[in-house]
């Protein structure tokens, strides 16, 4: 069924996941992964290398094109079979608009400053004027904790701060669903809480968020809902303290006695 007319009422999730599939070669990445994301929540995916939390997250926004499957952003179908060409490249463009994403490596452009880097895609994208775009920006950075970095490029800034810099620029957007993947994973230890601390101000004002993360403590924290993911399957999902203090299933048991901190 075409949802291209399809408007979203309080009830619509922000995002489901329905019977989704994912394959790279003769490897079988996702198998039927099925979640829903309501308004305002905080969903944590857990699970070793390879199980799949990336590609599932990248599915959301089309950066992976999934084999089977549907999956919504308030109740618009995002990989919509039946566009092609032009008329799915406007559609995705759209879509991307209102999803925000933050990846482990922070693919800051490195010929513009920081403010640049936060306001180029609302001029570009929405036609914001430059005076409009650097006041936006400016509240951006001071969000972040990074106002005074305004004109510094990026080479200049330390891995937090780049990481600060990438999530101000997807917020930059206004986006509806924030997605994060091991937004911390190539950080140093020292440097991680800073942009915790940036996620958590998020969560507090009840930005919807998909995180895959490897910080158990930080997702076991701020989450609403956890899943642990292995073999490209949910292995278990519940609350989170639930999760991270007495899971069902052995799988999850053992990988938390690996990783599990504090």
């Known amino acids: 069924m075409s949802t291209e ?24 990445v996702l198998k039927g ?7 305002g ?61 933050v990846f ?26 430059a005076k409009a775009a650097r006041e ?16 510094v490029f990026p080479n200049w800034l330390s891995g937090g701060q780049k990481q600060r810099v990438a999530i101000a620029r997807a917020l930059a957007m206004k986006p509806k669903v924030m997605l994060f993947d091991e937004a911390t994973s190539a950080l140093d230890p020292e440097l991680v809480e800073e942009v915790n601390l940036v996620m958590r101000s998020l969560a507090e004002e009840h930005m919807t968020m998909l995180i895959v993360t490897h910080e158990m403590g930080f997702a076991r924290d701020v989450s609403d809902w956890a899943m642990f993911m292995d073999g490209g399957v949910v292995v278990e999902e519940c609350a989170p303290q639930k999760l991270f203090s007495n899971p069902d299933q052995e799988r999850t048991r053992n990988f938390l006695k690996k990783h599990l901190q504090g």
């Open 136 to 151: 936006w920006g400016m509240e951006l950075l001071n969000r972040v904790g990074l106002a005074e970095k305004a004109d």
């Open 5 to 28: 007319n399809q408007t979203d009422t309080p009830d619509t999730p922000m995002v489901e996941i329905r019977d989704v599939y994912k394959r790279f070669g003769d490897l079988e």
């Open 41 to 101: 929540k905080i969903i944590s995916i857990i699970g070793p290398s390879g199980s799949g939390k990336s590609t599932l997250l990248r599915s959301v926004n089309h950066l992976e094109v999934i084999e089977k499957g549907s999956i919504f952003l308030e109740g618009v179908q995002v990989n919509r079979p039946d566009l092609k060409g032009l008329a799915f490249e406007r559609h995705i463009n759209h879509i991307r608009q209102n999803m925000g994403m």
């Open 33 to 39: 992964i099925n979640l829903t994301v309501n308004r």
């Open 104 to 129: 482990q490596h922070f693919n800051l452009f490195p010929h513009l400053s920081t403010i640049d880097n936060v306001t180029l895609a609302p001029r570009k994208l929405k036609g914001m004027e």
